[in-house]
């Protein structure tokens, strides 16, 4: 079952510069789908679109068998939530934990449930002793990990990650892409937005976008090793398929090496 | 001269009237030119407070710093001894968050802000817009467009944009790299790395990708809840036993060689320290 369909739309901010051009996109249920493409080529724009933070130009957008609408948007937020690019924009809260409050209270979760769910969601992002600060007081990391508490609170079927991850060590960042390993076997449907081929690997499809299009949609093992159509939209290959190519390139045959460097690519 | 941290610590006054300890019995030194530094360390240990501290942004709770010879510390700032201007321009910081660098309605303004406040008249001023926004990758028609309508990624270059029009002596970039697409970040380090390079500038990046670090850095600084736990160069770095504590991770390339090396036996002649020295080495060794 599709519970995302984007049917041909598009999306200008400005009368004639449309910035997402004609975008027909399906996501199956349990999906996890990467985002990649060079800045500004309308990824964020893609992300508020299908939470109906912003409303197409033209073109149909249903989510978990909801037609987008003024009307059913908040219906429809049940279902999806989105971590910010910049977590500054989701804070609405005077500490950590009304923060995180806030989207539960718009869910009506009981109150003795919204208290086991703060707990435990600043517990698994490491944020629990950070629950009495303001937000806006946080480092840029910590604000991070704040946001994606908020949304992982939330348990909703979909949850898209803009860029979530940008400023957490590596050690941070490891942890949270394990956890949308495990929710995505759970089940949730996800989307990432990023600009890190690794955190790329780990998704089943990948979609590019160029210039507001769609250049191209496949496996992620298809999409990996595809120097052209990545290297079109400002990205690149991962290390050990940069040394493939050169190897090719050389005329360096050798299977043994090669199947290694594929296969070293596919893990993190 | 440079920038000298003397036993500086700094705590943060939390709204919750807990204190969060920031930085820690903090001594270093960072002369004026031919440094290209990368400041690294977990989320919260304190990178951004430092380098908030080499621009007088923040000013110990006890302790000092010396930015070319002014002395930073609670008594001279609370006296009102220090002249913050000039050292506004001698050290030029880039925001991790580009939103709070930016303020004004056009890109250009934003831009010109810096260099007019520093005295440069406002043609020239337009004329470095002109060129330092094709230097950070966008093109000149952004420079009409609002700062605020702006993809996170041009949000960054606009703010890195800002600070390149200062002309600063010490150019220091929070995280600048964060959010950019990855020849965009390849293009802004090469940027950075010329500007070192061809004017012998200081030059210090904050950053959580290990491969900037083993690529670029001479020297790499490494916050640890506070603390500075490591000063030296990155080779030394990758090899130390604590980086797992220090939440840190292998850069790409190292790991690739301990792989090959592990899993297939191959050894390469020397230590690669890009991927072209990489490319070179194996081809020997393959063919
Ligand atoms: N509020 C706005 N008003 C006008 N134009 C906008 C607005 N927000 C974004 N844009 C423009 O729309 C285009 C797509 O922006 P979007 O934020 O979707 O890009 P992105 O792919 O998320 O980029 P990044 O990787 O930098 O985050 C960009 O050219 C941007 O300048
Ligand atoms: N304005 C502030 N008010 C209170 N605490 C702060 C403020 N800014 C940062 N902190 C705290 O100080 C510590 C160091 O933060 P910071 O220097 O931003 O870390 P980093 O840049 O290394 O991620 C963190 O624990 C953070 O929560
Ligand atoms: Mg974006
Ligand atoms: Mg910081």
Same mark, same amino acid.
């Given at each position: 079952m599709d519970i995302i369909q984007m049917k041909n739309v598009s999306f200008s901010y400005q009368q004639d510069q449309p910035v997402l051009d004609g975008i027909n996109l399906n996501i199956k249920k349990g999906e996890?789908?990467?985002?990649?493409?060079?800045?500004?080529?309308?990824?964020?724009?893609?992300?508020?679109?299908?939470?109906?933070?912003?409303?197409?130009?033209?073109?149909?957008?249903?989510?978990?068998?909801?037609?987008?609408?003024?009307?059913?948007?908040?219906?429809?937020?049940?279902?999806?939530?989105?971590?910010?690019?910049?977590?500054?924009?989701?804070?609405?809260?005077?500490?950590?934990?009304?923060?995180?409050?806030?989207?539960?209270?718009?869910?009506?979760?009981?109150?003795?449930?919204?208290?086991?769910?703060?707990?435990?969601?600043?517990?698994?992002?490491?944020?629990?002793?950070?629950?009495?600060?303001?937000?806006?007081?946080?480092?840029?990391?910590?604000?991070?990990?704040?946001?994606?508490?908020?949304?992982?609170?939330?348990?909703?079927?979909?949850i898209i990650f803009d860029e979530a991850t940008s400023m957490l060590d590596p050690k941070g960042r490891r942890m949270i892409l394990d956890y949308m390993s495990q929710l995505n076997k759970e089940g949730v449907t996800i989307i990432t937005i990023t600009h890190d081929m690794k955190e790329a690997v780990l998704s089943d499809r990948i979609v590019v976008l160029k210039k507001g299009k769609i250049i191209k949609v496949d496996k992620a093992k298809s999409v990996l090793k595809d120097q052209e159509t990545l290297e079109k939209s400002n990205l690149e290959l991962l290390l050990p398929l940069k040394v493939l190519n050169y190897l090719e390139k050389e005329n360096i045959d050798n299977e043994k090496v090669r199947s290694y460097l594929w296969e070293l690519s596919l893990t993190r | 001269m440079g920038i000298k941290f003397n036993k500086v610590d700094f705590k943060y006054q939390g709204n919750d009237n807990k204190a969060y300890l920031a930085l820690s019995n903090i001594t270093l030194n960072i002369k004026d030119t031919g440094e290209f530094i990368t400041l690294i360390g977990e989320t919260g240990s304190g990178k951004t407070t430092l380098v908030q501290h080499m621009n007088a942004l923040l000013t110990p709770l006890s302790g000092s710093v010396d930015i070319f010879g002014v002395k930073i510390n609670r008594?001279?700032?609370?006296?009102?001894?220090?002249?913050?201007?000039?050292?506004?321009?001698?050290?030029? &910081?880039?925001?991790?968050?580009?939103?709070?660098? *930016?303020? =004004?309605? #056009?890109?250009?303004? $934003?831009?010109?802000?810096?260099?007019?406040?520093?005295?440069?008249?406002?043609?020239?001023?337009?004329?470095?817009?002109?060129?330092?926004?094709?230097?950070?990758?966008?093109?000149?028609?952004?420079?009409?467009?609002?700062?605020?309508?702006?993809?996170?990624?041009?949000?960054?270059?606009?703010?890195?944009?800002?600070? &390149?029009?200062?002309?600063?002596?010490?150019?220091? *970039?929070? =995280?600048? #790299?964060?959010?950019? $697409?990855p020849l965009g970040r390849n293009a802004l380090l090469d940027v950075f790395y010329d500007i070192h390079k061809k004017l012998n500038k200081t030059i210090i990046i904050i950053t959580h990708d290990m491969n900037t670090v083993y690529e670029y850095a001479k020297r790499v600084l490494v916050m640890r809840d506070s603390y500075l736990v490591y000063d030296g160069d990155p080779i030394h770095l990758f090899t130390n036993k604590n980086i797992d504590n220090w939440n840190l991770d292998v850069p790409d390339l190292l790991n690739l060689i301990h792989k090959l090396e592990e899993d297939l036996g191959i050894q390469l002649p020397t230590q690669p320290r890009n991927e072209q020295e990489l490319f070179e080495q194996l081809k020997v060794v393959l063919s």
């Open positions: 996890w789908v990467t985002i990649l493409g060079h800045n500004g080529s309308g990824k964020s724009t893609l992300s508020k679109l299908l939470i109906g933070l912003l409303k197409p130009s033209q073109g149909e957008i249903i989510i978990d068998n909801i037609t987008l609408s003024r009307e059913t948007v908040h219906e429809a937020r049940k279902h999806i939530g989105i971590v910010f690019q910049n977590p500054d924009n989701q804070f609405v809260g005077v500490t950590v934990r009304d923060d995180i409050a806030f989207g539960l209270e718009n869910l009506q979760v009981p109150r003795n449930e919204m208290v086991e769910r703060i707990d435990k969601y600043a517990h698994k992002v490491h944020m629990a002793e950070y629950l009495n600060k303001e937000p806006h007081n946080l480092s840029g990391g910590q604000k991070q990990r704040v946001a994606i508490a908020g949304i992982l609170a939330m348990q909703t079927d979909i | 008594e001279n700032v609370k006296k009102k001894k220090v002249k913050l201007n000039p050292i506004r321009q001698q050290v030029g &910081l880039v925001f991790q968050f580009p939103e709070y660098q *930016l303020f =004004e309605e #056009t890109v250009q303004k $934003d831009i010109i802000f810096g260099p007019k406040n520093f005295g440069v008249d406002e043609a020239t001023a337009i004329e470095r817009a002109k060129e330092v926004i094709k230097v950070v990758g966008l093109d000149e028609s952004y420079l009409q467009r609002s700062p605020f309508n702006l993809s996170g990624g041009e949000k960054k270059r606009v703010s890195i944009a800002g600070i &390149l029009a200062m002309e600063p002596d010490i150019l220091i *970039l929070d =995280e600048p #790299t964060s959010g950019l $697409d």
